[in-house]
């Protein structure tokens, strides 16, 4: 593995060097280099420097472009307008910086340093309850971020807070209890018969989870008619509910059955998102119940929560309701039961303290901002949050319909994710199908592909959008070979990989800086060292869709040089073989691309 400094990175060192030289007065002084659509690059600090020195920006920039020394990497270096310096670097310097990131196995991206212990809650499902489209964007975006900050060398820890606690299943297990024949009706789907573990494209099928889910549905509806109909049932389902909070062997066995035939489901909904779920990694509600007794008395002995009516709260002076009062966050309810504060305060002190994150980043809806804030702002207040851990709710929008509404049912209800998914793919596989001959598909691979193009088509359209903004479902659009889409990169990379094999035999990837690049190849060259310092900024913000844009740039580049840039028929045998190697390290990032993104990508479409 070796660290590959970019263009950028190596013209910004040459021109602080030059004005070192130069400029010795100084000192050190940012160059502040950005692209340019007038040469290359452009620094532009040496106009904040002329302030400083008193001195004439241009003269300034003139006498740094002399000292400028830095042959095989900058091709020309003007100054324009009140003292900017215009840099083109060599095509040599493009070549040779390229030829070093194909020969790394991480195309020369250097972790980063300061890495730290990232705990991140992402993909929170709810136990006997189906998965629907609410519950694609915190999938998503959360399995992308991990991917891209395990790359960047950050530690990540995967939680899955899944809702598994609380009063609703005092009512299913107590409706099991008194029809115990209801549960082997779904006994043949329990992760204990083979289906527990990881989620993956190969893990359980669709129909063990939808049969798994069925039987819930089952149950869940036969349990809350006989609730809501016998008033003696339901005062035996509460006492259940308390039975469960006191750990009662019966109701938690009974309770487990629950978490396990969900799991199956689970599963079964990940694994078509092509993600793993761990069974490590499904920290939910629960987890944290033995926690929150003591969660509570650290709060109240601290007076970080005060009894307000009985319960107990947490206030803040610049959070009040419409009548001007202040709305507290409530830890503990009047009547003794614990609120959602309780469990998120017990996993802030869980993640910190047992897991020792640095960073807890939460992907959840927008509209829980405002909870979470209240939930950090009293784990600084009880000193569970230090200076040295940054806290970050990763928000995201609503997934929104072609008429700009969420996302519904032509019945009015909330899409369940399955269906979702299993149309997507559906839509995909028509698509590819339709390119198949040409192609020289089989019908396995048809089938394949059809799957990895309609989940990666799903998945685009979520992380292509900024994680705040809300964003249109669009199944025609998403599936569009054409636009801003996945299948569109998909198709880019499987025509590089066609050029590639129909070289085999009379010419390889050779690099060759001794070759002219014409405009086309130098667009796509610099864009392609362009994926280190990419990586670098998604990671630290947490911006999977700036990744997304760069990786639709570089496909759009390649695009435009295959157009205007023959590789097999090109004038010289180093020509093709430069061209080929271009091709090549455009194939080898959209490939890391995609897969930082959760997308796969064929070898043939």
Known sequence: MASVPSLASTVDQRIADALSAALPEAGTADVLLRRSDRADFQANGILALAKKLKGNPRDLAAQVAGALSAPGVIADVEVSGPGFLNVTVADRAIVETLAARLADERLGVAPARDAGTTVIDYAQPNVAKEMHVGHLRSAVIGAAVVEILEFMGEKVVRRHHIGDWGTQFGMLVQYLIEHPHELDRGAEHSPENGA??????????????????????????????????????????????????????????????????????????????????????????????????????????????????????????????????????????????????????????????????????????????????????????????????????????????????????????????EDLLDEAVERATAVVREKAEKAGLGEREIEENGRYVGIGAVKYADLSTSAVRDYKFDLDQMVSLSGDTSVYLQYAYARIQSILRRAEGSAAPVPHPEVALAPAERALGLHADRFGETLAEVAENYEPHKLAAYLYQLASLFTAFYDQCPVLKADTPEQVENRLFLCAITARTLEKGLALLGIRAPERL
């Open 196 to 417: 527990s573990g990881a989620s993956t494209a190969g893990g359980p099928g669709g129909d063990a989870g939808e049969a798994a889910m069925s039987n819930l549905n089952r149950l869940y509806k036969a349990s809350r008619t006989l609730f809501d109909s016998d008033e003696e049932f339901k005062a035996r389902a509460r006492d259940r509910v308390v039975a469960l909070q006191a750990g009662d062997p019966e109701t938690l066995a009974l309770w487990q059955r629950f978490v396990d035939e969900s799991k199956v489901y689970f599963y079964s909904v990940f694994g078509k998102l092509d993600m793993e779920i761990h069974d490590e990694d499904i920290v939910g509600e629960s987890g944290y119940n033995h926690m929150l007794t003591e969660t509570c008395r650290l709060l109240e002995e601290s007076g970080v929560a005060v009894r307000s009516e009985g319960a107990l709260c947490v206030f803040f002076d610049d959070v009040k309701g419409p009548d001007g009062k202040q709305v507290p966050l409530i830890v503990q309810k009047s009547n003794g039961g614990f609120g959602y504060a309780a469990s998120d305060l017990s996993a802030v002190r869980d993640r910190v303290g047992n897991l020792g994150a640095t960073t807890l980043l939460y992907v959840v809806d927008v509209r829980q901002s405002l909870h979470f804030r209240m939930v950090f702002e009293t784990a600084r207040r009880a000193g569970w949050l230090g200076d040295d851990v940054r806290t970050v709710q990763l928000a995201f929008g609503t997934v929104l319909g072609k008429d700009g509404k969420p996302f519904k049912t032509r019945e009015g209800e909330t899409v369940r994710l």
